[in-house]
C-alpha cells in the first residue's frame, strides 16, 4: 500500500508557481512526528537530487537552487508536508519525489511530473 500520496504537479510556464502536497497516509500522527521529511527531483538522464528537506523539529534544508524562491512546510496534524515553489525555471522540470525517514526506515512516494515550459 501508498504510503506517501504527492499531488499539485502539472505543467506551469517559466517564472510561474506551484504547490506540491504529500500526505503520509498511513502513519498515525505521533509516527509522522518522528519523520523527517525531503522533496527530491529527477530530471531526465539525471540522478536525483534533494531539493528541500525538513526535520522532524522543523528545521528546514534547501538546495542552494532553491534557496529563497522555494518553502518546505510540515501541518503534523494532517501529516503532511508541501513545497511551495516560486519562479519556477525550464530546467526545474523533473518527476519530484516526497521521501519521509526516521532510522532505517524509509519511505519515498511513486513520484509526481512538473513541467516548466512556456
Known amino acids: 500500500q501508498v504510503e506517501l500520496v504527492e499531488s499539485g504537479g502539472g505543467l506551469v510556464q517559466p517564472g510561474g508557481s506551484l504547490r506540491l502536497s504529500c500526505k503520509h497516509s498511513?502513519?498515525?500522527?505521533?509516527?509522522?512526528?518522528?519523520?523527517?521529511m525531503a522533496w527530491y527531483r529527477q530530471a531526465p538522464g539525471k540522478q536525483r537530487e534533494l531539493v528541500a528537506a525538513i526535520t522532524n523539529s522543523g528545521s528546514r534544508n534547501y538546495a542552494d537552487s532553491a534557496k529563497g524562491r522555494f518553502t518546505i512546510s510540515r501541518d503534523n496534524s494532517r501529516k503532511t508536508v508541501t513545497l511551495q515553489m516560486n519562479d519556477l525555471k525550464s530546467e526545474e522540470t523533473a518527476v519530484y519525489y516526497c521521501n519521509s525517514h526516521s532510522g532505517s526506515v524509509n519511505y519515498w512516494g511513486q513520484g509526481i511530473k512538473v513541467t516548466v515550459s512556456s
Open positions: 498511513r502513519a498515525i500522527t505521533s509516527t509522522f512526528l518522528m519523520y523527517d
